[in-house]
T-cell receptor, first 117, second 113 residues
Framework: GAGVSQTPSNKVTEKGKYVELRCDPI?????LYWYRQSLGQGPEFLIY????????DSGLPNDRFFAVRPEGSVSTLKIQRTERGDSAVYLC???????????????FGNGTRLTVT | KNQVEQSPQSLIILEGKNCTLQ??????????LRWYKQDTGRGPVSLTI???SENTKSNGRYTATLDADTKQSSLHITASQLSDSASYIC????????????WGAGTKLIIKP
């Protein structure tokens, strides 16, 4: 596709439920990032993939959060036992090359707005 | 402490006018500085990326400047249009992590007809 695609655009779930958020990066982009953005704040780094592997998952807040990218393209962010504090916009971004390989711009999707009731 | 501060917090100008947004940072070691535009409900869109050696970079009606000595950057918008209404975010990356970006809080720009 022309840009980074995220689905669903909105997700409302009850506290304690499990959710999956999907990201389709730009074709050919090897690097993929997940961020979380709360209202009025800048995006907060969660995890970075280079190819299929999670090169840095230090931003994941706790073990309820997990992300995969099994074939090096589509990625899924998984949240178990959701809490109201997980409510935010979850942004996915991709870039042509990873860190240290030039200053490739990050191309962001429009995010998934997660609301935990 | 690695920080990015932007001013003003918000700005309202008339269509057709110019404006300049400011960004000060204390990030070290510095890798690059990026300006993003974020429309409400959308993901950020990259406007410019500047490394240490670049003083100015343009993208259409957007011109970014960087003074690495004073650790200041500005984004100048010329002949503003209604579609320029958005949040403009200054983002700095560290040499040791080009993706754990340090984000400013943004300037909310409103263009009035």
């Amino acid at each position: 596709g022309a840009g980074v695609s995220q689905t669903p655009s909105n997700k409302v779930t009850e506290k304690g439920k499990y959710v999956e958020l999907r990201c389709d990066p730009i074709s050919g982009h090897t690097a993929l990032y997940w961020y979380r953005q709360s209202l009025g704040q800048g995006p907060e780094f969660l995890i970075y993939f280079q190819g299929t592997g999670a090169a840095d998952d230090s931003g994941l807040p706790n073990d309820r959060f997990f992300a995969v990218r099994p074939e090096g393209s589509v990625s899924t962010l998984k949240i178990q036992r959701t809490e109201r504090g997980d409510s935010a916009v979850y942004l996915c971004a991709s870039s042509l090359s990873g860190p240290g390989q030039g200053n490739s711009p990050l191309h962001f999707g429009n995010g998934t707005r997660l609301t935990v009731t | 402490k690695n920080q990015v501060e932007q001013s003003p917090q918000s700005l309202i100008i008339l269509e057709g006018k110019n404006c300049t947004l400011q960004c000060n940072y204390t990030v070290s070691p510095f890798s690059n500085l990026r300006w993003y535009k974020q429309d409400t409900g959308r993901g950020p869109v990259s406007l410019t990326i500047m490394t240490f050696s670049e003083n100015t970079k343009s993208n259409g009606r957007y011109t970014a400047t960087l003074d690495a000595d004073t650790k200041q950057s500005s984004l100048h918008i010329t002949a503003s249009q209604l579609s320029d209404s958005a949040s403009y975010i200054c983002v700095v990356s560290r040499m040791d992590s080009n993706y754990q970006l340090i984000w400013g809080a943004g300037t909310k720009l409103i263009i009035k007809p």
